[in-house]
């Protein structure tokens, strides 16, 4: 007699097992498409904003300075969140937050439009930090591809809703609460999106992760040599696009030609994204591309600083540069790490690190052009730390693990 037949006890798979890697690109692009624009959607009707509230110069700047403090400061937190309650259920929580704070911009309330700029700033610092390291546990095989669509999905999302902002504040009586508001649906999407991921989580008991040995990034050389890669190409980046506008205008261009001119930097930092991503998946040693990356930053910073005149080659050179260098840190998180855990650490450490000198950068040049009266010494302080970017970006991107 032939004995029956058992079934098999699987362990949990990961969520590479029960989903195909193209959902979850798509999971993965929808997710990103929420973690730039409720933020860059704010500057073309800030105006309008500053009239029906009444507010100054520097209590508006403010809607620009807090998101990106929020994401210092809750970094590590949400690191620890990630690995504490799950990386599924903590974006999905993420998620939450950035919706309800675009649906909470709706209400023609002062308070309402800071509270919910608060909640979805937390929701994508929280976003922001999981991503990575969720990309390192289950596509380790894909970690180039995937960093470099998302960083262009942001990319492309962050430069539409600031080219939409104007004509949707114009459709309707709402003005700019619609164009706000309407952040609210790929948030919305992504949450519904991602239900059946958390239940399929819930449906199975995971295995325990097998210990595994690593020092903990704030204790490492190679940690603080991420973060300050991360903290120095956001600070050049993020200067550059709250302050090009006026230097250009001072140079002799039109408000429209400098706003052409920033645009162009943008765009070329999207195919920057994408094109790192192909040399990153072509390359075992990421170093040579990040001395690159970091010397075109340097090139156009020291360009624009000599000779402003040819500023759509020093743009398109930072551009470049910019665009690459950022692709490098979000690779760099799960490149370097020994384990998602540790890549979901490092990657709350570099983005603390990171978005507090974004934060503080431009706040500081704008002190250095007001009290010099010229842009030659902001600019001069500009390039230097450029530089140091591009003698940093050897030791950051290593081939070896940080610990």
């Known amino acids: 007699m032939i004995p029956a037949m058992m079934p098999v006890q699987h362990p949990a798979k990961p969520l590479a097992a029960y989903s195909s890697a193209t959902f979850f690109l798509f999971v993965l692009l929808l997710t990103a498409a929420n973690l730039r624009a409720p933020i860059t959607v704010i500057g073309p009707v800030l105006q309008d904003i500053r009239q029906t509230f009444g507010l100054s110069v520097g209590e508006a700047g403010l809607f620009n300075f807090i998101p990106l403090m929020l994401f210092a400061l809750l970094a590590p937190l949400a ?26 911009r709706w209400q023609p309330a002062e308070a309402a439009l800071r509270s919910g700029t608060l909640l979805l700033s937390a929701g994508i610092a929280a976003a922001n930090v999981l991503l990575p390291p969720l990309i390192k546990r289950d596509f380790t095989a894909h970690t180039a591809k995937y ?71 704030w204790r490492t050389a190679g940690g603080w040599q991420i973060a300050l890669f991360m903290a120095l190409q956001s600070l050049a980046f993020y200067t550059l696009i709250d302050w090009f506008t006026l230097f250009a205008q001072d140079n002799g261009f039109s408000q429209a030609h400098a706003g052409w001119l920033l645009f162009w930097y943008q765009a070329i930092a999207i195919v920057a994204n994408l094109g790192c991503m192909v040399a990153l998946k072509r390359v075992k040693d990421a170093r040579l591309t990040a001395f690159i990356a970091s010397s075109g930053i340097f090139l156009g910073m020291l360009g624009l600083l000599l000779n402003p005149q040819w500023a759509v080659i ?57 009290q010099s009266g010229n842009w030659t010494l902001p600019f001069s302080v500009l390039a230097m730390l450029s530089l140091l970017q591009m003698l940093l970006a050897p030791l950051a991107a290593q081939s070896k693990p940080i610990s």
């Open 314 to 370: 020093w743009l398109t050179l930072a551009g470049l540069g910019a665009g690459a260098s950022l692709v490098l840190c979000l690779s760099l998180f799960n490149l370097r790490a020994t384990h998602h855990r540790q890549a979901s650490q490092l990657s709350g450490m570099a983005q603390c690190v990171g978005y507090a000198l974004a934060a503080l950068g431009p706040l500081f040049f704008g002190v250095l052009h007001e």
């Open 147 to 217: 960093i470099g669509l998302y960083a262009a999905t942001m990319s492309i999302t962050a430069s539409l809703a600031s080219g939409i902002a104007v004509p949707l504040s114009q459709l309707s009586a709402a003005g700019w609460r619609l164009s706000l508001v309407v952040w609210a649906l790929p948030g919305l999407i992504a949450l519904l999106v991602w239900l059946p991921l958390l239940r399929q989580r819930r449906s199975t008991v995971a295995p325990a992760d097998a210990p595994v040995a690593y020092r903990h990034p």
């Open 79 to 104: 690191a620890w969140l990630g690995n504490r309650v799950g990386l599924e259920r903590s974006l999905w929580g993420a998620l939450c937050l950035i919706t309800a704070g675009s649906l909470l």
